[in-house]
C-alpha cells in the first residue's frame, strides 16, 4: 500500500513549456484534489475530483487543467509555465469528498519555472 | 469564502514543556470540520488532529489537544510535553461540508529547544 504517490519530486521548467505532474493513489478513493503551496501562505485548492469523469475548480484553477480518467491517476498538467507557478504542488485523496474524511497528502513536488 | 488566520508566524517551546497554537476562522456555515497538519522539512503533511464542529467536546490525540470556540471561531492546538520531534510547520485548516473545498492558514513554525 503505497498511499499517495507523486512524480516527479523536483523540476525545472522554461518560462512557456509544458509539463504534467503525476499523482496515484492506491486506496480506491473517490476524492483526489491538487494544492500549491507557497512561502509564507498555506495551501491553496487548484483542482480537485469526485469521481472518475468529474474534475471541478478550486481556489486557483488558472493556468492549470485536469482530467481523471480512473480513480487512481489526477495527473496536473501545466499549460504554459510562468514564473509565476514556481511553488510546491501537493495531491491529496480521501475516501469520499465529504468533509468527514481525512486527506491524505503526497511528498509533494517542488516546481521552479525560469 | 472561508478564511483560516494563524496570527503567530512563528513559536518556540522548551523540551517537556507545553504549547498553544492559536488559528480562528470565519465562516457562516454551521457545520464544518477543523484540522491541525504537521509539515516537517521533509514536507510531508501529516494529520495531527480533526475537529467536527457539531461536537462540542474537543478533540485530543495523545498529547495534542484542541480548545474548540464554535462562537468565537476560534480553533487553538495544545502540545503537551514537547519533544524534539514535534517541530514542524503548523497548518490549520477549515473544511466545508458543502463545496469541498478546504482553506489552509499560513502557518506557524514550531521551534523546540532542548
Known amino acids: 500500500n503505497a498511499g499517495v504517490t507523486q512524480t516527479p519530486k523536483f523540476q525545472v521548467l522554461k518560462t512557456g513549456q509544458s509539463m504534467t505532474l503525476q499523482c496515484a493513489q492506491d486506496m480506491n478513493h473517490e476524492y483526489m484534489s491538487w494544492y500549491r503551496q507557497d512561502p509564507g501562505m498555506g495551501l491553496r485548492l487548484i483542482h480537485y475530483?469526485?469521481?472518475?469523469?468529474?474534475?471541478d475548480q478550486g481556489e486557483v484553477p488558472n493556468g492549470y487543467n485536469v482530467s481523471r480518467s480512473t480513480t487512481e491517476d489526477f495527473p496536473l498538467r501545466l499549460l504554459s509555465a510562468a514564473p509565476s507557478q514556481t511553488s510546491v504542488y501537493f495531491c491529496?485523496?480521501?475516501?469520499?469528498?465529504?468533509?468527514?474524511?481525512?486527506?491524505?497528502f503526497g511528498p509533494g513536488t517542488r516546481l521552479t519555472v525560469l | 469564502a472561508q478564511t483560516v488566520t494563524q496570527s503567530q508566524p512563528e513559536m518556540s517551546v522548551q523540551e517537556a514543556e507545553t504549547v498553544t497554537l492559536s488559528c480562528t476562522y470565519d465562516t457562516s456555515e454551521s457545520d464544518y470540520y477543523l484540522f491541525w497538519y504537521k509539515q516537517p522539512p521533509s514536507r510531508q503533511m501529516i494529520l495531527v488532529i480533526r475537529?467536527?464542529?457539531?461536537?462540542?467536546q474537543n478533540a485530543t490525540e495523545n498529547r495534542f489537544s484542541v480548545n474548540f470556540q464554535k462562537a468565537a471561531k476560534s480553533f487553538s492546538l495544545k502540545i503537551s510535553d514537547s519533544q524534539l520531534g514535534d517541530a514542524a510547520m503548523y497548518f490549520c485548516?477549515?473544511?466545508?461540508?458543502?463545496?469541498?473545498?478546504?482553506?489552509f492558514g499560513a502557518g506557524t513554525r514550531l521551534t523546540v529547544k532542548p
Open positions: 485548516a477549515y473544511r466545508s461540508p458543502l463545496n469541498n473545498d478546504m482553506r
Open positions: 491529496a485523496s480521501s475516501y469520499s469528498p465529504g468533509a468527514r474524511d481525512t486527506q491524505y
Open positions: 475537529q467536527e464542529a457539531y461536537k462540542q
Open positions: 475530483s469526485v469521481g472518475a469523469g468529474i474534475t
